[in-house]
């Protein structure tokens, strides 16, 4: 069974630093792997989509890199600001099925 | 264009009371799917929708919940005889399942369902 974990659940930091946020999977039979944002009362927004074959993607101050043969994720966040404070959620999609198995989130506080 | 839109963005309801919740996926998503967040925990599958395919109903917590998709386009989550936990945000995801898609899902803002 496909488990999706991050950490660490929550993190604060200085305006200014560069972060990572973790999460690993248990089954590396995965098509492709996503990170969104939540925000407070909010949807979800897709950061950066990851496929099985790809070994990272970036978007701006967003990179993320995919080791799937030790089952694990990166988001690295260059320059953080304070509009980054957002609960950060990775999720897999499976080979086999279609529908995203969900990490628990890094709630991201940063602090101006 | 437009996202996914989801409706009432609130909604509080006794116990014992159903509720329906709306989605409005992307225009041209084939796909459709429903999920759960209770306080503090991951997202949950609920149901997903696949073009004009038997859904996937293997996420459904109980046969008091149901949805279905008319036209391929709006779906409808209902809950019969609400319990309270199933308080928690409904949220409601969308993706074209084309080749170079990706099948990224794209969401909504979600319901906030509170039964007292």
């Known amino acids: 069974k496909q488990e999706v974990t991050q950490i660490p659940a929550a993190l604060s930091v200085p305006e200014g630093e560069n972060l990572v946020l973790n999460c690993s999977f248990t089954?590396?039979?995965?098509?492709?792997l996503q990170w969104f944002r939540q925000d407070p009362g909010k949807g979800l927004t897709s950061l950066l989509l990851?496929?099985?074959s790809q070994r990272e993607q970036t978007s701006g101050r967003l990179n993320a890199s995919l080791d799937k043969s030790s089952g694990r994720s990166t988001l690295y966040i260059a320059a953080s600001q304070p509009g980054d404070s957002a609960t950060y959620l990775c999720?897999?999609?499976?080979?086999?099925?279609?529908?995203?198995?969900w990490g628990a989130g890094t709630k991201l506080i940063i602090k101006p | 264009g437009a996202g996914v839109s989801q409706s009432p963005s609130n909604k509080v309801t006794e116990k014992g009371k159903d509720v329906e919740l709306r989605c409005d996926p992307i225009s041209g998503h084939t796909a459709l799917y429903w999920y759960r967040q209770s306080l503090g925990q991951g997202l949950e599958f609920l149901i997903y929708?696949?073009?004009?395919?038997?859904?996937?109903k293997s996420g459904l917590p109980s046969d008091r919940f149901s949805a279905e998709r008319t036209g391929g386009s709006v779906s409808t989550l209902t809950i019969q005889r609400t319990q309270q936990e199933d308080s928690a945000v409904y949220l409601c995801?969308?993706?074209?399942?084309?080749?170079?898609?990706?099948?990224?899902?794209?969401f909504g803002p979600g319901t906030r369902l509170t039964v007292l």
């Open positions: 999720a897999v999609k499976l080979d086999s099925n279609y529908q995203l198995i």
């Open positions: 990851i496929q099985s």
């Open positions: 995801a969308s993706s074209s399942q084309g080749a170079s898609s990706y099948n990224e899902q794209f």
């Open positions: 089954d590396s039979a995965i098509y492709n």
């Open positions: 929708f696949q073009g004009n395919s038997a859904p996937d």
